[in-house]
């Protein structure tokens, strides 16, 4: 009973922490475009690009090193 005491209120402060964090969400936008981006996946370009040369790909390797 004891317990009780003390699981109440934490999840009271828990759904009003919840509560809090849905309706933050709700206003800054987070949903509202659901359908946009499982669309943005189709709709990519699939030609590849050429890849391109890296600083570390172009350095010519030291003399005396194994790899």
């Known amino acids: 009973m004891e ?3 003390l ?3 934490i999840s009271v402060v828990l759904v009003f922490l919840i509560g809090i964090a849905f309706w933050w969400s709700l206003r ?3 949903f509202d ?3 946009g981006p499982a669309y943005r996946i189709l709709m990519d370009d699939d ?3 050429p ?3 890296t ?3 172009a350095a010519p390797a030291e003399p005396g090193s194994d790899s």
Do not use: N
Request: charged residues 25%; glycine residues 4%.
């Open 3 to 5: 317990t009780l005491y």
């Open 7 to 9: 699981l109440i209120p």
């Open 28 to 30: 800054s936008g987070q």
């Open 33 to 35: 475009d659901l359908e």
């Open 47 to 49: 030609r590849s690009s």
């Open 51 to 53: 890849p391109t040369a």
């Open 55 to 57: 600083k570390d790909a």
